[in-house]
């Protein structure tokens, strides 16, 4: 079993929209949860981080469940330049990579 | 302030042939990181450095050596490529007490 699953995707939402994912770790002493984006054929940059008690960053949320081992990242009213690959990453004893989720927002 | 460059961006090499790609930070970070990432795969960690003077094998070491030349340079090295490791190639680093890894912008090689 992969250490981080994501749905591969890709979804496909019109402009405004809201659109949410999940990733689930398979390590349950994962003690740090990140969202990471990348553009096509461009490096990964982090989008935040996950906290326990879940978080927003416009319009951005990121939500931790432990019980069940995932996390979530649901974008609101989707833009154009949403349109990107979303890797999880789960910290145990090393940070794992998810294979991404991508996203494509349509006008 | 480049943060992380690589070099080169973009090489082709024919199987048995060797190469070092290139990657240095300007932040001050004392770990530095390499990865490779392969369609439908995870980011996979080659080697890392912890600090200046360390090197470790990640999860897919083989095929690889590394250098940390100083605290800003980390170099990987493929000594005898194989067409296996047709990848795209990223360095990272990161300042030791936070987490949070600046990527280059990658190196995309193919071995014929």
């Known amino acids: 079993r992969k250490e981080v699953e994501q749905d591969p995707g890709p979804f496909n939402v019109p402009e405004g929209a809201t659109v949410a994912f999940n990733c689930t770790y398979s390590?349950?002493?994962?003690?740090?949860f990140f969202w990471y984006r990348q553009d096509c054929r461009k490096e990964p940059k982090l989008l935040m981080s996950?906290?326990?008690s879940g978080n927003e960053d416009g319009r951005f949320t990121a939500q931790l469940n432990r019980a069940s081992q995932y996390i979530s990242l649901l974008i609101r009213d989707s833009k154009l330049s949403d349109s990107a690959t979303y890797l999880c990453v789960v910290e145990g004893y090393k940070l794992s990579f998810g294979a991404g989720t991508t996203v494509t927002v349509r006008a | 302030n480049a943060g992380v460059t690589q070099t080169p961006k973009f090489q082709v090499l024919k199987t048995g042939q060797s190469m070092t790609l290139q990657c240095a930070q300007d932040m001050n970070h004392n770990s530095m990181y390499w990865y490779r990432q392969d369609p439908g795969m995870g980011l996979r960690l080659i080697y890392y450095?912890?600090?200046?003077?360390?090197?470790d094998k990640g999860e897919v070491p083989n095929g690889y050596n590394v250098s940390r030349l100083n605290k800003r340079e980390f170099s990987l090295r493929l000594e005898s490529a194989a067409p296996s490791q047709t990848s795209v190639y990223f360095c990272?680093?990161?300042?030791?007490?936070?987490?949070?890894?600046?990527f280059g912008p990658g190196t995309r090689l193919t071995v014929l």
């Open positions: 996950v906290y326990s």
């Open positions: 390590n349950s002493a994962s003690q740090s």
């Open positions: 450095s912890a600090s200046e003077g360390t090197t």
């Open positions: 990272a680093s990161s300042d030791s007490r936070v987490l949070e890894q600046f």
